[in-house]
C-alpha cells in the first residue's frame, strides 16, 4: 500500500516534468508561450565570448540570461561547469595564441574597454572574453575554485551601470544580468573600436521582453496563490 503510494506520487512528478518540458522551446530554453526567440538577433561584434555557466543556472533556466546572451552573440559558447581548472575546452581555448582571453570580473587590476594597454596587449589577436553566468555567490565560487580562471586578465566596465530590473536576490541593485554585462561591454568595447559596430540593440529588447514576461507569471501565481505576501525562491 506504501509502496503504490510512493508509486504514484512519483508519476505524478513525472508527468507533471514531462509536461513542463514539452511546452519549452528548446533554443532559448523559456516556456513556449513565452519564448524570446522571435526578438533574438545574433550580432557579429568579432570577439569571442564563453558563457561559464554554473549547473543550477544550466537547468533553473527561468530568469537566467545565459542561454539568450549566447543566441545573441556571434561566435559565443557555453560550457557548463563550476570548476574549470580541468576543463579540455577552456584549457583549448586559453593556449590557442591566436585568442587574447580575458574574465569579465570585477577587479583594481582590471582592464577596461578604452585602457590603451589592453589594445597593445590585445595587438592582432582575437579578443576572447569568459562571462560567469550566475548569480554573484556562484559566480565567487566558480571564479574561486577554477585556478585558469583565476589567472587570466581581467577586463571590467568604465562606466557604472544599474540593472533594469532585478528579479534575482542578488546583494546589491547593481548586479547586472548576464545579458546586461555583455551588452554594455560590447557597446564599450565598439566605442573603443576593438568590437566590431554590429547592431546589439535587440540584446536590452529580449532582456525587457523577459522582464516583462516574468513579471506577467509572478503576477499570475499571486492571483492563484492567494493573497498573501510572496516570498519568491529563485535559488
Ligand atoms: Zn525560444
Redesign the pocket.
Known amino acids: 500500500m506504501v509502496f503504490l503510494h510512493h508509486n504514484h506520487f512519483l508519476l505524478s512528478i513525472l508527468f507533471r516534468y514531462t509536461g513542463i518540458m514539452s511546452e519549452m ?6 516556456p ?1 508561450s513565452n ?3 522571435p526578438y ?1 538577433k545574433e550580432a557579429d561584434t568579432g570577439v569571442k565570448f564563453i558563457i561559464l555557466m554554473h549547473p543550477k543556472e544550466a537547468f533553473h533556466q527561468r530568469t537566467g540570461t545565459g542561454r539568450i546572451t549566447a543566441l545573441s552573440l556571434k561566435e559565443s559558447e557555453i560550457i557548463i561547469g563550476v570548476d574549470f581548472t580541468q576543463d579540455t575546452k577552456v584549457n583549448a581555448l586559453l593556449s590557442d595564441p591566436s585568442y587574447f582571453p580575458v574574465l569579465l570580473y570585477p577587479g583594481v587590476d582590471a582592464y577596461t574597454a578604452d585602457s590603451p594597454s589592453l589594445k597593445i596587449e590585445l595587438g592582432t589577436r582575437k579578443l576572447l572574453v569568459f562571462v560567469v553566468d550566475g548569480t554573484w555567490p556562484l559566480a565567487a565560487k566558480m571564479v574561486r575554485l577554477s585556478k585558469n580562471l583565476q589567472k587570466l586578465p581581467k577586463l571590467s566596465f568604465t562606466k557604472g551601470y544599474v540593472s533594469n530590473y532585478t528579479f534575482k536576490r542578488e546583494p546589491e541593485p547593481s548586479c547586472l544580468s548576464t545579458i546586461e554585462s555583455c551588452y554594455y561591454l560590447v557597446k564599450e568595447l565598439q566605442e573603443a573600436g576593438i568590437a566590431k559596430t554590429a547592431d546589439v540593440s535587440s540584446m536590452p529588447l529580449v532582456f525587457s521582453k523577459l522582464v516583462e514576461h516574468q513579471m506577467e507569471s509572478d503576477t499570475e501565481s499571486r492571483a492563484v496563490e492567494g493573497n498573501g505576501p510572496q516570498h519568491r525562491v529563485t535559488k
Open positions: 522551446c528548446y533554443r532559448c530554453f523559456k513556449k519564448c524570446l526567440c533574438i
